[in-house]
């Protein structure tokens, strides 16, 4: 069972920065591929950024790239997993959800785990 827990989300001028933070526990955590996804109002789920566990290869979203960068540091029980999002537009205002799968990113359909998500909005 794998517990994802989100936080860091806020009100931010568009232009500014926030970090977002998610906190992953369970077994064998360590080698879960992690992603981040966010869902505007009224909009489907979409992927952010993903990196993988083994050789920490990243990818994003075509909308983020340049702006947003994904990290994870392991320990021995958990993984922190981070999206420092810099340059913030309105159009970023969404839930934010962190994810884990054990799966090769590419193959994943339907990630297996999410946490409950944190707010971000970027006032204009």
């Known amino acids: 069972q794998v517990q994802l827990v989100e936080s860091g989300g806020g009100l931010v001028q568009a232009g500014g920065s926030l970090r977002l933070s998610c906190a992953a526990s369970?077994?064998?955590?360590?080698?879960?591929?992690m992603g981040w996804f966010r869902q505007a109002p009224r909009k489907e789920r979409e992927f952010v950024a993903a990196i993988s566990w083994a050789v920490l290869r990243t990818s994003y979203a075509d909308s983020v790239k340049g702006r947003f960068t994904i990290s994870r540091d392991n320990t021995k029980n958990t993984v922190m997993v981070y999206l420092q999002m810099n340059s913030l537009k309105p159009e970023d205002t969404a839930v934010y959800y962190c994810?884990?799968?054990?799966?090769?990113?590419?193959?994943?359909?339907?990630?297996?785990?999410w946490g409950q998500g944190t707010q971000v909005t970027v006032s204009s």
């Open positions: 994810a884990a799968d054990t799966r090769p990113i590419a193959t994943i359909n339907q990630w297996g785990s």
């Open positions: 369970g077994r064998a955590i360590g080698t879960y591929n």
